[in-house]
C-alpha cells in the first residue's frame, strides 16, 4: 500500500516527540498534512514529500553525493515512488539507487528520522514544476561494509565517503545527528 498523508502525519508527530523545540518549524507542513491531498506525490504543490538516508560507516565517515540538479554535496534522497510503503524503505531505495550502495549492508540506527526539514524548492522548467516545498525526511543508517557502487548519473555526478566533521560542515547539523543516533541494528 502507498505511503498515505496519515502515514506521513504519524511519522512527524514520533519525530517531534524527540524534537519538541521544532514544532514551530514544522507546523505549517503539519497543517497541510492535515488536510490530506496525496503529498507523497511528487505532482502534489505547494508541497510533497521526498526521503532521505544518512549512511554512516564504521562511526566515522558518511556517504554523501554530488548533485546534480542543485550543483551541490547533500545527502542521498529524492521523491517518494508509488511503490514505497514506509518512509524508510523509501529512504534506503534512494540511497541505493542514486549510490548503488548494496541495501543488505545497510541497517536503521533508528526508525524515527533524525531530521525532518520543510524547505523551498525553486521552479524547474525542465520538471514542469512551481515554485514548491519539500518537506524532506531523513533517516539514520549504519553500516561497516557497504561502499559505492554504480552511480545514478541522471541525479548525481558522484558519491562518497566523508569524515563526519568535513560533512558536517559541507550539509550541517543532521550530520551529527545521525552520528548520534542510538545504534538498534537488529
Avoid: C
Avoid at 59 to 82: D, F, K, M, N, S
Avoid at 162 to 185: D, F, K, T, W
Amino acid at each position: 500500500m502507498a505511503i498515505s498523508d496519515s502515514d506521513i502525519s504519524i511519522v512527524l508527530s514520533a519525530y517531534l516527540e524527540h524534537y519538541p523545540d521544532e514544532a514551530a518549524l514544522l507546523s505549517e507542513p503539519a497543517r497541510l498534512l492535515s488536510q490530506g491531498r496525496d503529498f507523497a506525490s511528487r505532482r502534489n504543490f505547494p508541497m510533497h514529500v521526498t526521503a532521505s538516508a544518512l549512511l554512516v560507516r564504521d562511526a566515522a565517515e558518511i556517504l554523501l553525493v554530488e548533485h546534480r540538479a542543485y550543483g551541490i554535496t547533500l545527502q542521498p534522497g529524492g521523491h517518494l515512488e508509488p511503490t514505497d510503503t514506509t518512509l524508510i524503505d523509501a529512504a534506503v531505495r534512494e540511497l541505493a539507487e542514486e549510490t548503488g550502495v548494496d541495501p543488505g549492508k545497510v541497517f536503521p540506527a533508528s526508525q524515527t528520522p533524525v531530521y525532518i526539514e520543510y524547505g523551498r524548492v525553486p521552479t524547474r522548467p525542465e520538471k514542469d514544476e512551481p515554485d514548491h516545498y519539500h518537506l524532506d525526511i531523513g533517516y539514520s543508517f549504519e553500516t561497516a561494509h557497504a561502499d559505492v557502487g554504480r552511480i545514478q548519473e541522471s541525479e548525481v555526478t558522484g558519491a562518497g565517503w566523508y569524515p563526519l566533521a568535513v560533512a558536517e560542515r559541507l550539509v550541517g547539523h543532521r550530520i551529527a545527528r545521525a552520528a548520534s543516533a542510538p545504534a538498534r541494528i537488529d
